[in-house]
Every structure is written in structure tokens, then in C-alpha cells.
């Protein structure tokens, strides 16, 4: 097919979430939407709009309000022949369903020898940044990437969004899919109308660069590559900005060879510091390239509190500054 | 089921004393004290409203359309008493004691919105749904060991009865015999879910069976229903017989929030319907005017002092001093640990270098 022949539309990432979902609605009558307020309300976001209108009340469905009855029941939809895409309304209302995440969802293939298996997609919004109120602000990504049997997806964007979302609802296995709250309006991608696929544990180079590698992931990516552009304006260097995209597995290859080539890395995230993913991209590099590290590897991340109410959070979330004052140690070692 | 549970009313739509039983209780002066208390409570939710339009506060959630519910149950208590709310329920906190300054902090995304004055027992709004059923159980428990006759009262929605946390409540409630009153408000709506789509069952009520746990139904919007069905609760409980549910059916006027459309999802000309035939206010200005103790007088002054209070909180909230971010560390622990000592002092340090 010609590059031409392909339509592309400017979408915000909630619109690639949605188009993702139409798509597969559409493609496969086992897919089913559930959630609170999924249906008519078209989901607090809109991520939902329209969907309920067309393809009713029993693809698209409001659910009780109860978080451990919609990831439980989906286990039993999905062991039994269907691919439901389960929407927690803010991850920080996951935790209801913790126990059928962890007990079964991410472990009865291996408990039934695979016999018994769950394709389900769950998908949360998360993260600071939006005024929220208390509780809805938290990111807890490290709690999933610690949990064993489930994948962990976290797009930036509306193409990775949209590509990711139907990679994930063609995955074998659990994903949970998490949608960083400020990225859902902030910018517009080009999205191809068609089906595409990006796939799970690949990781994204945002920008090329010699002298450090800069790993980050979500609603930071935004702050990164910001601080980055001001940083490289100020000073000679150059900075490798890549877009990890999925948190578990993690893309070894994209972590070894960024860091093989620039000897520097950086690690930019909103969770708090202790248990973060920075950790596990850390042992990464450690395993594949500690030989080539110019510099002690340098982390930014969010406190080891819990995300403060909003008039607090952007003194929560990692600066612009903090993450250039990262960048500049690391390369002035 | 749902003729196990009729809706209890004192006082109907028009006004009009339906049951006698309270008659000597229903004074003129008890009618005015709970219809101001009702009146500092729409004044002040539609002066939110009004705020969050002109930006001066954040996303706010309205209680407009439940002030009976909310009021008569709080009336019910005693200082010393537990209240468990949620983020809907600061009608009712700021009755039983809460501070006007405080709650409007809240709506800042302040921490002083969940910080009582001292001696008033009230726990942050439970904002993940149904999760405070549990604590209201497990302060009562903690009462009821310590031999007092304290006790609690929570309050929670149609849609938290789905939770399992709600059933687990009830049913700690029932086997430890907590003094609970477990206060729902039925309004009908969990944020765009009907009742209908929620559960089969017609009543809330009826779940308090499964879990041998007396339970009425009552006119929500009926200030004296309210106040006497959980006054009654809550001598019960003060009496050692344990938990109490009651579901007191309501209407939200408005929206679930100031961020939520809710013409996407309900016909909002019924919230138009229900101002005129069962409004908790109008309910007892009917009511007083039947007895021919309503003066026009009386309102004017009333709502003058009110507005003179919300407008000089108004101005203390503004003028209260920015947040430190030391809040965001300084409770996490009783002494911080070694990464967040780190974390600060690192903090700090950039700010300074940001400052230079
Ligand atoms: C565990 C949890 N899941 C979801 C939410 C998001 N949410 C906030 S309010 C609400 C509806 C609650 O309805 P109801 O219990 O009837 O109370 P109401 O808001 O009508 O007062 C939902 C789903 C939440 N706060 N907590």
C-alpha cells in the first residue's frame, strides 16, 4: 500500500483510546466495555463517548459500582470465551480489586497449566497534574510491574494510545493499561484511521541524542522533553529522550543500546522513589552496560508520599529544574 | 419487598403533618432551628457553586436537594459522637461542628478541609466509595469496648451499597453489635447510574435483612422523618442493641459535581418537578406557615447573618495563608524516614539554587 493511500487523522490520546475501542468493538463481537458510567455518561473522561449508542447495552456496560465485581467478573468473561476491556474510573479505585488482580487474573494459566487463561485489558487513568481531588492522583505503576503475570502498558500519546490499546486486546494475557490524566488533551497526534499495531515492550526513541539517555514514561515524557529542549538551548550537550511506552516487560534492548552508546543515563518518573520502575530500568543497565557508564545513573521522581492534595502537587510532581539539575550532574561527573 | 419498607414521612410535600406520633416533639422553635440549619447549608452549597464558576475554587461536589437528609441526621447526635461523611456530606458536617473556613479550604485542595475543630469527632470524606462503612464500625466497636455510650453514624450512597466493603460493614455491625447508625442516601443516581441499573432490589432497606440489621425507609427530604428515625437509631445504639440502617430517599438537584453534565444522563426537568412538591425547605416553610409561624421577617434576617458569615469565611479562606509543603511530609510519618528526610532536604536544595 502507498503512504498516500493511507488516512490519518489529528487525534488527542483519549480520541486514539476510543478509536482503539471502536475498532475492536466493531472487528470482534467477544469485546465488551466494562465499567461505571461507561454507557450513556460515555465514561467521566469520554473515553466511551458514543459507543454505548453504537453497540448498545450489552457490548458497552455499566456496571455496578463495585471495582473487585467488574475485574472479577471480566476473569470470568475472558476465561470463558470473551475479551473484556474492564475501565477502573481512577486507578486510585483499583485497589477493591487488587485480589482478583493478583490472585487470578495474573496467575491462572499458570495455575491451571494453561488451561485457563485471561486476555482481559484493564484500563485506569492516573497520575498528578489535573486538579483532582485526594486519592485520584497517585501513581502506582510499581505495583503492577511487581505483580507477577500481567503486562504493564503506559502510552503518551494518541498513536501509541491507539496502537498499543489493540496490541493489549490481542495479547494473549492480562495488560493493564494506564492512562496518564494529563496526556489525554494536551496534544495531537496523527493516528491512522486503519488498524495498526505497536507492540508491548517496545520502547520509543522521542529524540537522538550522544550524551545521555533519558528514560521516562507517561505524563513525564511531556516535562522531559521540555526540559530537555531548554536544557540543550542553554548548554552544548545532547540528550537521548526515550519514551519507555511498556513498564513490564521492559524493552532491554532499546535500555542497553541507548546507554551503550551515550555511557549516561537518567530516569525521569512521578512515582515515588522507593519501589519505583527507575529501579528496575537501573538493574537493567547495571546487567547490560555498567562497563560503558561515564557517570552514577540519576533518578527523578516523585517523593515517598503519597501524592499531596492539589494546591501540593506541583511541588510533588519532578520539575523542570529538577530534571535539568539531574541531566547536568550526571554529565559534569 | 419494597411493601416491608414503605417511606415513612412526618411531614409531607404541601406541609401538611401526616404522622402523629412526634406531634408534642414538633415545635415552632424545633421547625426553625432545623429549617435555618437547612437554609446556612443551600446558602452556603449554592455560594460554592458560584465560586467554582468564577474560579476561586476548585472542582466542588453539591449536596443541593439533600439538606433534610443530611440535617435531620446530624441534629440526631451528641458531641462526642463519630461521623463518618463522604465527599457529598458537608451539610452534614458542618452541622454537627465541622468549620465553614475549613470545609471551604477544602474545595482549595487544602489539607485543612479534613481537620476538625478539637472535640469534634469527623473523619476526612470517605472518597473511595464505601470504604468508611468500615471505620464507622471499627470506632463504634472501639466505644463500645471502652464502655461509653458513644457511637457513630456513617453515611454513604445507593451506588456504595454495591461495594463489598458496604456489606462487610453490616455485617461486622450485626456480629459485634456496634453502635452504628449506617445513614444512605438514596438519591437516586451513582453519578450517571440509575438506582434500576445499580441492583434489582426496589429499596436499600431491605439489604439490611440479609445481615439482621433493623432498617427503615424514610421521606429524605422530610427534615423530621430524619431527625426522629435516627434519633431513635441512635438511642439504640447508645443502648447496647446495636446497628441501625436507614435509607432516606433523596433528589441531587444538580449535577454529581460542577465537572459532570447531568443532562447527559437524566431528565434535569424532574429536578424542577421535585423544587416545587418535595423541597426539605419549602417543606417546612409550608409546614410554618400552616401553623401561622412563618414571617417573611424572620427569613430576610436570617439569611442576611447567613450570608454576613459565609462572606466573612469567604474572605478568611482567601486570605488564609498559602500551603506550606512541608504538609506533604511532615504527616506522612511521626518521624520521617531516612528517604524522605533525603527527598526534602534534595528538594530544598533546588528550590534554593532556583531562587539564586
Ligand atoms: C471505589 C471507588 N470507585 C469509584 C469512585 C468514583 N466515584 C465517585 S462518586 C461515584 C458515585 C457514587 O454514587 P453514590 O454512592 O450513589 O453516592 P452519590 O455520589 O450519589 O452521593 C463514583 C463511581 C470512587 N470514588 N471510589
Redesign the interface.
Known amino acids: 500500500m502507498n503512504a498516500t493511500d493511507v488516512k490519518v487523522k489529528k487525534m488527542t490520546m483519549i480520541e486514539g483510546v476510543r478509536d482503539a475501542m471502536r475498532l475492536m468493538l466493531k472487528e470482534n463481537d467477544d469485546v465488551l466495555i466494562l465499567g461505571?458510567?461507561v454507557?450513556?455518561?460515555?465514561g467521566?473522561f469520554r473515553a466511551t463517548e458514543g459507543l454505548y449508542e453504537e453497540f448498545g447495552e450489552d457490548r458497552v456496560i455499566?456496571t455496578?459500582?463495585?471495582?473487585?465485581?467488574i475485574i472479577g467478573n471480566s476473569i470470568g468473561l475472558a476465561v470463558n470465551g470473551f475479551r473484556p476491556i474492564a475501565e477502573i474510573q481512577f486507578l486510585?479505585?483499583i485497589?477493591?480489586a487488587f485480589n482478583q488482580l493478583m490472585t487470578h487474573a495474573t496467575r491462572l494459566r499458570q495455575r491451571s497449566m494453561g488451561r485457563y487463561t485471561v486476555p482481559l485489558v484493564v484500563r485506569a487513568p492516573y497520575g498528578a497534574g489535573v486538579?483532582?481531588?485526594?486519592?485520584?492522583s497517585d501513581s502506582v505503576e510499581g505495583l503492577f510491574t511487581q505483580m507477577p503475570g500481567i503486562k504493564v502498558v503506559v502510552p503518551s500519546n494518541a498513536y501509541d494510545a491507539k496502537g498499543l490499546l489493540i496490541a493489549s486486546l490481542e495479547d494473549p494475557d492480562p495488560v493493564i493499561f494506564l492512562e496518564p490524566l494529563r496526556c489525554y488533551r494536551s496534544s495531537r497526534t496523527e493516528v491512522p484511521d486503519e488498524k495498526y499495531y505497536v507492540d508491548i515492550g517496545k520502547a520509543s526513541v522521542l529524540k537522538e541524542g550522544e550524551d545521555i539517555s533519558v528514560f521516562t514514561w507517561g505524563a513525564m515524557v511531556m516535562d522531559t522533553m521540555k526540559a530537555v529542549k531548554e536544557l540543550e538551548e542553554k548548554r552544548n550537550i545532547s540528550c537521548e529522550v526515550i519514551d519507555l511506552r511498556t513498564l513490564y516487560p521492559l524493552d532491554k534492548e532499546a535500555i542497553a543500546s541507548s546507554v551503550q552508546k551515550t555511557g549516561r543515563a537518567a530516569i525521569v518518573h512521578e512515582a515515588p522513589?522507593?519501589g519505583g520502575v527507575s529501579n528496575d530500568v537501573l538493574s537493567v543497565i547495571n546487567d547490560t552496560s555498567f562497563l560503558y557508564l561515564r557517570s552514577p545513573i540519576e533518578r527523578v521522581t516523585g517523593?515517598?508520599?503519597?501524592v499531596?492534595?492539589?494546591?501540593?502537587?506541583q511541588?510533588?510532581l519532578p520539575?523542570s529544574?529538577?530534571i535539568q539539575?539531574a541531566i547536568e550532574k550526571a554529565i559534569d561527573f | 419487598m419494597i411493601d416491608q419498607f414503605p417511606m415513612q414521612q412526618v411531614i409531607n410535600g404541601d406541609g401538611a403533618l401526616v404522622d402523629e406520633t412526634y406531634k408534642s416533639e414538633i415545635t415552632i422553635e424545633k421547625a426553625k432551628e432545623l429549617y435555618e440549619y437547612m437554609l446556612r447549608a443551600r446558602m452556603l452549597d449554592k455560594k460554592c457553586v458560584n465560586l467554582q464558576r468564577q474560579g476561586r475554587i476548585g472542582t466542588y461536589v453539591q449536596y443541593e436537594g439533600q439538606e433534610a437528609a443530611q440535617i435531620g441526621s446530624a441534629v440526631a447526635l451528641e458531641q462526642g459522637d463519630w461521623m463518618f461523611p463522604t465527599y457529598r456530606d458537608h451539610a452534614a458536617t458542618l452541622t454537627f461542628g465541622h468549620s465553614m473556613r475549613n470545609l471551604l479550604l477544602n474545595w482549595l485542595g487544602r489539607y485543612e478541609g479534613n481537620v476538625p475543630p478539637e472535640g469534634v469527632n469527623i473523619f476526612p470524606p470517605g472518597i473511595p466509595i464505601a470504604s468508611q462503612l468500615l471505620h464507622a464500625t471499627g470506632a463504634a466497636w472501639a466505644e463500645k469496648k471502652r464502655g461509653t455510650d458513644r457511637v457513630s453514624i456513617v453515611y454513604f450512597g445507593d451506588g456504595a451499597t454495591s461495594e463489598g466493603d458496604f456489606h462487610e460493614a453490616l455485617n461486622f455491625g450485626s456480629v459485634f453489635n456496634t453502635p452504628t447508625v449506617f445513614f444512605n442516601q438514596n438519591n437516586g443516581y451513582a453519578i450517571s447510574v440509575p438506582m434500576e441499573k445499580q441492583m434489582k432490589s426496589k429499596t436499600i432497606a431491605q439489604k439490611g435483612l440479609g445481615y439482621n440489621i433493623p432498617s427503615v425507609r424514610i421521606d429524605g427530604n422530610d427534615v423530621f422523618a430524619v431527625y426522629f428515625t435516627t434519633k431513635k437509631a441512635v438511642e439504640r445504639a447508645r443502648a447496647g442493641e446495636g446497628p441501625t440502617l436507614i435509607e432516606a430517599v433523596t433528589w441531587r438537584y444538580g449535577a454529581h459535581t460542577t465537572a459532570d453534565d447531568a443532562s447527559k444522563y437524566r431528565d434535569q426537568s424532574e429536578s424542577e418537578k421535585r423544587r416545587k412538591t418535595a423541597d426539605p425547605l419549602l417543606r417546612i416553610e409550608r409546614y410554618l406557615k400552616s401553623q401561622s409561624a412563618w414571617e417573611q421577617s424572620w427569613l430576610k434576617e436570617r439569611e442576611e447573618a447567613i450570608t454576613e458569615e459565609i462572606e466573612s469565611t469567604i474572605k478568611e479562606m482567601e486570605a488564609y495563608p498559602d500551603p506550606e509543603f512541608a504538609h506533604m511530609f511532615d504527616h506522612v510519618f511521626d518521624t520521617p524516614t531516612w528517604t524522605i528526610q533525603e527527598q526534602v532536604n534534595d528538594h530544598l536544595a533546588i528550590k534554593r539554587r532556583q531562587s539564586q
Open positions: 461505571e458510567d454507557g450513556i455518561n460515555g467521566v455499566d455496578p459500582l463495585a471495582e473487585s465485581g486510585g479505585f485497589y477493591p486538579r483532582a481531588p485526594e486519592i485520584h522513589a522507593t517523593f515517598d508520599t503519597p499531596p492534595v492539589y494546591s501540593l502537587e511541588e510533588y520539575s529544574a529538577k539539575a
